[in-house]
């Protein structure tokens, strides 16, 4: 059976850090390309980073600068971790696998058909 299980999510004050992680079950994250999608209230999920099989990586404009997505591959692990957040990074973050070597950069979550296999979403809530 898949599963991605999100944790390390939570309440920060502006200019905290977080460290989300992705641990994955049923495929390995070596072989796959992995991301992080996040939903603010009331939005659309939109792309946040991804970790492509052979190291290569993306960030939004938004955080690019702030956010840095690795790997470990022993732990089948994806991690974001997430520094100098401002109270516009607050939604829900979803871990996902992609079918392809492109991402879709916003879509309705869970249903972008590009993706294969969703987390259950962790909370990360910014207060300025």
């Known amino acids: 059976e898949v599963q991605l299980m999100e944790s390390g999510g939570g309440s920060v004050q502006a200019g905290g850090s977080l460290r989300l992680s992705c641990t994955t079950s049923g495929f390995t994250v070596e072989d796959s390309a992995m991301g992080w999608y996040r939903q603010a209230p009331g939005n659309e999920c939109d792309l946040v980073s991804y970790?492509?099989?052979?190291?290569?990586?993306y960030y939004a404009d938004s955080v690019k600068g702030r956010f840095t997505i690795s790997r470990d591959n022993a732990q089948n692990t994806v991690y974001l971790e997430m520094n100098t957040l401002k109270p516009e990074d607050t939604a829900v973050y979803y871990c996902?696998?992609?079918?392809?070597?492109?991402?879709?950069?916003?879509?309705?979550?869970?249903?972008?058909?590009?993706?294969?296999?969703w987390g259950q979403g962790t909370q990360v809530t910014v207060s300025s």
């Open positions: 996902a696998s992609s079918r392809f070597a492109t991402w879709v950069v916003r879509g309705t979550c869970a249903s972008i058909y590009e993706i294969k296999y």
């Open positions: 970790i492509s099989s052979d190291g290569s990586g």
